[in-house]
């Protein structure tokens, strides 16, 4: 039983009006780089809540004790990943955390009459472009969860398939994923000359 209800009982049994020695305290701190974060509270008591607009958080009525504070958004890492916090006799604030989003990659590649200097247009939850290179290989990072479409593009070929859509969710997603091929067959046109060449193969969505 927490020390302030076992206060409450003893001074409800001897009939007291004022409580004494039956001080409750608080636990506050703030979250940056994500919004909406769940904050949970163990040890001498148990409570949870969320950060608001500001990334703040705030427990209350705590008696003295030892708790741990534990922060948790889907998509987000968070450093540190809890606090241990011990509350003697007086309130304790400070307890901050900084998240950090997790994000994934998409790679594939492009083969058959050209390979590299292949545009790659990524777009969705995120846009970036990118060019194949080292055999027709391309990449994307720093992506978040979502739905994307990537459209190879080179004047003078054409591509099967035309695009490819697709759902980041939890995890990278590469040539070699089971569920959708990331790689295309170029074709050249008849009648058009083509180009070649090769840059960097790798983007940084925005």
Same mark, same amino acid.
């Given at each position: 039983m927490n020390s302030w209800k076992k206060c409450f009982r003893l001074a409800a049994a001897v009939g007291l009006v004022t409580l004494l020695g039956c001080e409750s305290f608080s636990i506050s701190g703030a979250i940056t780089g994500a919004t909406g974060v769940a904050v949970s509270l163990t040890g001498a008591a148990s409570a949870s809540t969320a950060t608001d607009g500001n990334g703040s958080y705030l427990f209350l009525s705590l008696a003295n004790g030892s708790y741990t504070l534990t922060p948790s958004k889907p998509g987000y890492t968070f450093n540190p990943p809890n606090i241990a916090v011990a509350v003697n006799g007086g309130s304790v604030s400070g307890q901050n955390f900084t998240a950090t989003a997790v994000t994934y990659s998409i790679s594939g590649a492009v083969s058959g009459a050209i390979a590299d200097g292949v545009l790659i247009t990524l777009s969705g939850a995120m846009n970036a472009t990118t060019t194949t290179?080292?055999?027709?290989?391309?990449?994307?990072?720093?992506?978040?969860?979502? =739905?994307?479409?990537?459209?190879?593009? !080179?004047? %003078?070929? /054409?591509? $099967?398939?035309? &695009?490819? @859509?697709?759902?980041?969710?939890?995890?990278?997603?590469?040539?070699?994923?089971?569920?959708?091929?990331?790689?295309? =067959?170029?074709?050249?046109?008849?009648? !058009?000359? %083509?180009? /070649?060449? $090769?840059?960097? &193969?790798? @983007?940084?969505a925005s």
């Open positions: 290179a080292g055999g027709g290989l391309y990449s994307f990072s720093g992506l978040a969860n979502g =739905s994307y479409t990537l459209t190879p593009s !080179e004047p %003078g070929y /054409s591509f $099967s398939p035309v &695009s490819i @859509a697709l759902t980041v969710s939890g995890g990278n997603v590469t040539g070699q994923n089971a569920a959708v091929a990331l790689s295309w =067959s170029a074709v050249r046109d008849v009648g !058009e000359l %083509g180009s /070649s060449g $090769s840059t960097p &193969s790798s @983007a940084q």
